[in-house]
Every structure is written in structure tokens, then in C-alpha cells.
């Protein structure tokens, strides 16, 4: 059996444990917490990348857009002086 003066130390030091049992969980808390805000952070990454890849998507249609309205506007041209004979000349007077 244990005596007097060795139970108070080991008393002591299971006080002592206890004490340090509360820095575990809050170590655990933190550790959620960072786990937390590491997510957070993700998710914000992961939402800038989107609005990027949905900017250049935008740009990538204006362009077409621009393409397409300038083709057009070539195929516009071309049927406009291909209905007009280059050397002919329209008389001015009134019908």
C-alpha cells in the first residue's frame, strides 16, 4: 500500500494531469477551427475560379459575337457590289 506522503504526490500529479486535459481539447478546438477557415479559404478559391472561368467564357463569346458581325458585314458588302456592275451608271432622272 501506498503511504501518506506518496499518495499527496500522486495526487499532485493527477491535479496536474487534469489541469493540462482542457489544453488537449482546446488544441482540438483550434485544430477544427483551422480546419474551418482552411475550408473557408478553399471555398473562396474555388468561387474566384469560377467567376474567372465564367469572365473569360463572356469574353470568349463577345469575341465570336465580334467575329461573326464582321463576317456578316464582309458578306454584306460583297452581295451589295456584286449587285451593282462595277462600270454601270444609274440615270438621275425622276420615274
Known amino acids: ?3 501518506g506522503n ?3 504526490v500522486n495526487r499532485a500529479r493527477a491535479q496536474a494531469r487534469a489541469a493540462k486535459a482542457p489544453q488537449k481539447t482546446e488544441k482540438k478546438e483550434n485544430l477544427t ?4 477557415t482552411t475550408a473557408e479559404i478553399m471555398r473562396q478559391k474555388q468561387q474566384a475560379a469560377e467567376e474567372k472561368k465564367q469572365a473569360e467564357e463572356a469574353k470568349r463569346l463577345e469575341e465570336v ?3 461573326n458581325e464582321d463576317r456578316l458585314a464582309a458578306q454584306r458588302a460583297k452581295s451589295a457590289a456584286q449587285s451593282k456592275p462595277a462600270g ?8
Not at 88 to 95: F, G, L, M, R, Y
Request: aromatic content about 0%.
Open 88 to 95: 454601270s451608271v444609274e440615270s438621275k432622272t425622276p420615274a
Open 1 to 3: 500500500m501506498v503511504g
Open 65 to 67: 459575337r465580334k467575329a
Open 33 to 36: 477551427k483551422l480546419n474551418m
Open 6 to 8: 506518496q499518495r499527496d
